[in-house]
């Protein structure tokens, strides 16, 4: 973004009274308005070319491979521009790595992903956990208008007894006794 010599006088003055706050003439306000107006359509006009050169970056990738060095020129635009590499790029890219631009744009948009990823999981990731403490003001730091009275401790609960020395531990075929076979029908039995 390139400012005028006016508009660059304009920004300083808003500069200058933004560190030394003083009433500005009406002049000055109208000047500052319309220089924030101006700044507001280039932002503008910026978003609208990079949405128009994202675009025509991805219809150039779909007709890949005649369209190839098209391709690569825009890719490098865009990333010159601030583009981050989508994964179809990378892919677009691996399917033209014969050919040397390719490649090298291949290693640099593996670069950038690679980059951009990390920074991302490094915004996601919580820092080191710190210990919570009491804000000054807070109830800690309010005296008790009038003292609890003290709980009496609750009473303990009968524990269970340990076995019995003098008693020996049943075996296991005392505690599950073995399975007896089921009996015939009582009509089966009377015929034999």
């Known amino acids: 973004m390139a400012f005028s010599a ?11 009274v933004a560190l030394h706050p003083a009433p500005l003439a009406d002049a000055d306000v109208h000047d500052c308005l319309r220089l924030a107006g ?17 675009a025509d970056l991805a219809r150039y990738r779909t007709a ?4 190839a060095s098209g391709y690569l020129e825009l890719l490098q635009d865009a990333l010159a521009a601030g583009y981050d590499p989508t994964p179809d790029d990378l892919a ?14 291949l290693e640099r948009c593996r670069r950038l992903a690679e980059h951009s990823v990390r920074a991302r999981l490094a915004a996601v990731t919580p820092g080191p956990r710190t210990r919570l403490l009491a804000l000054p003001g807070g109830r800690a730091a309010a005296p008790d208008p009038k003292p609890q009275p003290k709980s009496e401790p609750a ?4 524990q269970p007894k340990a076995p ?5 531990i049943p075996t ?4 599950f006794p073995p399975r007896r076979k089921p009996l015939p ?6 015929a034999g």
Do not use: I, W
């Not at 677009?92 to 744009?105: D, E, I, M, S």
């Not at 296991?172 to 505690?175: A, H, I, K, Q, S």
């Not at 029908?185 to 009377?190: E, F, L, N, S, V």
């Open 6 to 16: 006016d508009e660059l006088r304009v920004l300083r003055r808003a500069l200058a």
């Open 38 to 54: 101006s700044v507001d359509e280039a932002v503008r006009e910026a978003n609208r070319l990079r949405a128009f050169l994202l």
């Open 64 to 67: 890949l491979p005649g369209s």
């Open 92 to 105: 677009a890219l691996r399917g033209l790595r014969a050919l040397p631009v390719a490649a090298a744009l």
């Open 155 to 158: 009473p303990a609960r009968p």
């Open 164 to 168: 019995r020395p003098d008693r020996p």
């Open 172 to 175: 296991p075929g005392e505690v």
């Open 185 to 190: 029908p009582p009509a089966a039995r009377a």
